[in-house]
């Protein structure tokens, strides 16, 4: 049987290799992330893009490397002007601010490759129930793949 595929937003990156957080919740989202990684990850086919990768470079040196490590193995998918096109309509219709864009390419990549899932802990953009049902109803009447956007818990095996 073939594995679904999942694209790794850059804020699992994040949490993965980000020193333990004394806030409870975001430590909890730590840990989950880092079980996620080891224990489900190998059941599907993973991917990220470029902005994925500019992203994690940003920030700290140390920091910057280990989260480059992380990423090293990972397929990358290649961004076109369909990919581009997409974005922007996604920008426009979840109103995401500018400096944020990139969220919007995010969704893009995973809705023009046909990917499954698309993981992240940015509840603010993209895992957030009211920018779901605008992009699967857009998605919906443009005749258009529909993922699945969703924490690394919801992901996990019960």
Request: with cysteine; charged share 20%; hydrophobic share 40%.
């Amino acid at each position: 049987m073939e594995k679904q595929k999942v694209y790794i937003e850059t804020s699992v990156i994040s949490y993965l290799t980000a020193k333990p957080s004394r806030d409870l919740v975001t430590a909890g989202h730590q840990k989950t992330t880092y079980d996620w990684w080891h224990k489900s990850k190998h059941k599907f086919d993973c991917y990220i893009s470029d902005f994925v990768t500019q992203e994690v470079m940003q920030g700290d040196k140390e920091a910057a490397a280990l989260r480059l490590d992380v990423i090293e193995n990972l397929d990358i998918l290649v961004v076109n002007n369909e990919i581009s096109e997409l974005a922007d309509i996604y920008f426009q219709l979840l109103s995401i601010p500018y400096k944020s864009k990139i969220d919007a390419y995010h969704l893009a990549f995973t809705v023009w490759y046909n990917i499954d899932f698309l993981i992240t802990w940015n509840c603010k953009h993209i895992a957030n129930a009211i920018n779901i049902q605008k992009i699967n109803s857009y998605n919906a009447v443009n005749k258009i793949w529909i993922p699945v956007f969703c924490t690394p818990q919801e992901l996990m095996e019960v």
